[in-house]
């Protein structure tokens, strides 16, 4: 079974500075990747994810993400954040199961922009 | 529609009651995810529709917890019996079949 770590629970960050969030992950195989955004009070919005090919992926709101799969990683950054960022982020991971995507996430990463 | 939709978004139960939680997909996908989020989790899966077949309902934690689908679109969650460990929030999520799933608001349930 696929697994998801998100080491750094709270992350806080000066409004203009870079951004990485942490993701490492566990499966067997080529995995889908995918950050999604959220905020107080909303569901999930899908940021980026990775399906195959190019290992750097550009999203939404300027982030973007590489993947390595020697690290089994698939870190999440944006080089200048804006106020408007602060919210919560899940790394998830995608696996095949009988023709649908089981995904699993993690437990969150939240964001803190100080001005 | 737009995008995927819940109702309600909030509700109230006291231990003991059922509750019905309903959501309304993007118009054509074909799967239909359910996620129960505790406070300070990321979601975790509950069960899977395709069309109106539950595929997979390896995620529902008890059998007080139900799912449905019956003509392939709108999907109900449907907890009976509630506890205070169900107080949580249910996301349900759509998808193009194998492709990246699309999140409603989600029902924030309080169980007193």
């Known amino acids: 079974a696929q697994s998801v770590t998100q080491p750094d629970i709270h992350i806080t960050v000066s409004e203009g500075a870079s951004l990485e969030l942490r993701c490492n992950y566990s499966y067997g195989a080529t995995p889908y990747l995918f950050w999604y955004v959220q905020s107080p009070g909303q569901g999930l919005q899908l940021l980026l994810k990775?399906?195959?090919?190019?290992?750097l992926v550009q999203g939404i709101k300027g982030f973007e993400a590489e993947f390595k799969r020697s690290q089994s990683s698939f870190n999440l950054r944006k080089p200048s954040v804006h106020w408007s960022d602060a919210a919560e982020y899940f790394c998830a991971v995608g696996a095949r199961s009988g023709g649908y995507q089981k995904v699993t996430f993690g437990i969150g990463t939240k964001l803190q922009v100080i001005p | 529609g737009a995008g995927v939709s819940q109702s309600p978004r909030y509700k109230v139960a006291k231990r003991g009651q059922d509750v019905a939680l309903r959501c309304d997909p993007i118009s054509g996908h074909v799967s239909l995810f359910w996620y129960q989020q505790a406070l300070g989790q990321g979601p975790e899966f509950l069960t899977y529709f395709q069309n109106e077949a539950q595929l997979d309902k390896s995620g529902l934690p008890s059998d007080r917890f139900f799912a449905e689908r019956p003509e392939g679109s709108v999907s109900t969650l449907k907890i009976q019996r509630t506890q205070q460990e169900d107080s949580a929030v249910y996301l349900c999520?759509?998808?193009?079949?194998?492709?990246?799933?699309?999140f409603g608001p989600g029902t924030r349930l309080t169980v007193t």
């Open positions: 999520a759509s998808s193009l079949w194998r492709y990246e799933q699309y």
């Open positions: 990775y399906f195959s090919g190019d290992t």
